[in-house]
Nanobody, 119 residues
């Protein structure tokens, strides 16, 4: 019903920047939450940044001031601009969306994209 596709990521040196993109498609009426999570090896998946349809945003403490989340409601897309990257930012980054499909809302995840920051 809904497909979530991420792009971006890759390998970057510490201090560098990367951008991630995520687009949702399918029988979507609207999307409330659009978030980015990450999961490092041996660790639990954690919220990195979140945005809602009214434009409000929130960030994990360790990315505040370095990462910026934004969205394009017309494209059902969400973006994550990452700067001043640190080796500890290395993880698989997942896009998470909560769209309204018909009368109900559902939770969907992207396949994940690897971000590796070398020291």
């Amino acid at each position: 019903q809904v497909r979530v596709v991420e792009s971006g990521g890759g390998l970057v040196q510490a201090g560098g920047s990367l951008s991630l993109s995520c687009a949702a498609s399918g029988n979507i009426v609207s999307i409330n939450a659009m978030d980015w999570y990450r999961q490092a090896p041996g660790k639990q998946r954690e919220l990195v940044a979140a945005t809602t349809s009214d434009g409000s945003t929130r960030y994990a403490d360790d990315v505040k001031g370095r990462f910026t989340i934004s969205r394009d409601n017309a494209k059902n897309a969400v973006y994550l601009q990452m700067s001043s990257l640190k080796p500890e930012d290395t993880a698989v980054y997942y896009c998470h969306v909560v769209p309204r499909v018909g009368l109900y809302t559902y939770s969907y995840w992207g396949q994940g994209t690897q971000v590796t920051v070398s020291s």
